[in-house]
C-alpha cells in the first residue's frame, strides 16, 4: 500500500514570512496529490491539489511543486497570516501524512 | 445546503457497548469514506464505500463495521467498543473516483471509558 511521510511535525514563523511543507510518498502509480487544511474543532478541507501531469500549481499565496521521480511534493505558502495558522495534511491516495501544526506569530 | 453532517457530533460510551455514527450527505457522492484521527497518526482510514452496496477495508478495519443501504448514509458501527477506539472520527465523500477531493464533514468525538 501507500505509504506517506510528512515533515516538519510543527513549523512556527512570523507573520510574512514564508513556509514550507514537504511530503514523500511510496507508491509510483499515484497521481493525485491534495493538500488539506483543517482548523480547530472543524473537518478538514481541500486548499489546493495537483496532479501528476503538472510540476507546479499557485493559487494566490499558495503553491504545490511535485517531483514526480523523487517521489516527493511540497505545500507552500508566502507572506504567511495569522489566519494561516491551522494543521495542515498531505495526502497520497487515501493515505494522509502525519499532519503539520502552522503557527503564524503576529 | 447541509452538504455532509455528522451525528452525534460529541459521544461518551464505555467498553463493550455498541456505538453507531451516523454520516450523511446531501450531494449523492458516490464514494463514502470513514477516517479516525489519532494524535500522531494523522488521518486513517477505516472503511469506505464506492457506491450503495459497495464497502472495503481500508487501513484500520478492525472493530468497526459499516453498511450502506443508501446512497446519502454511511453509518459506522463499533461493535464492541475498546478504549483504544477513543478518537476523533470523520466522514468524507467525493463526486466520482476514490482520489478526488474529498469533503469532510464536522466529526465526532468519541470517547470509551
Known amino acids: 500500500g501507500e505509504n506517506v511521510e510528512q515533515h516538519p511535525s510543527t513549523l512556527s514563523v512570523q507573520e510574512g514570512d514564508s513556509a514550507v511543507i514537504k511530503c514523500t510518498y511510496s507508491?509510483?502509480?499515484?497521481?493525485?496529490f491534495p493538500w488539506y487544511k483543517q482548523e480547530l474543532g472543524k473537518g478538514p478541507q481541500l486548499i489546493i491539489d495537483i496532479r501528476s501531469n503538472v510540476g507546479e500549481k499557485k493559487d494566490q499565496r499558495i503553491a504545490v511543486t511535485l517531483n514526480k521521480t523523487a517521489k516527493h511534493f511540497s505545500l507552500h505558502i508566502t507572506e504567511t497570516q495569522p489566519e494561516d495558522s491551522a494543521v495542515y495534511f498531505c495526502a497520497a491516495r487515501l493515505t494522509f501524512g502525519q499532519g503539520t501544526i502552522l503557527t503564524v506569530h503576529p | 445546503d447541509a452538504g455532509i453532517t455528522q451525528s452525534p457530533r460529541y459521544k461518551i460510551t464505555e467498553t463493550g457497548r455498541q456505538v453507531t455514527l451516523m454520516c450523511h450527505q446531501t450531494?449523492?457522492?458516490?464514494?463514502m469514506f470513514w477516517y479516525r484521527q489519532d494524535l500522531g497518526h494523522g488521518l486513517r482510514l477505516i472503511y469506505y464505500s464506492a457506491a450503495a452496496d459497495i464497502t472495503d477495508k481500508g487501513e484500520v478495519p478492525d472493530g468497526y463495521v459499516v453498511s450502506r443501504s443508501k446512497t446519502e448514509n454511511f453509518p459506522l458501527t463499533l461493535e464492541s467498543a475498546t478504549r483504544s477506539q477513543t478518537s476523533v472520527y470523520f466522514c468524507?465523500?467525493?463526486?466520482?473516483?476514490?482520489?478526488?477531493?474529498?469533503?469532510f464533514g464536522p466529526g465526532t468525538r468519541l470517547t470509551v471509558l
Open positions: 450531494w449523492s457522492h458516490s464514494y
Open positions: 507508491d509510483s502509480a499515484s497521481n493525485y
Open positions: 468524507a465523500s467525493t463526486p466520482s473516483g476514490a482520489f478526488g477531493e474529498q469533503f
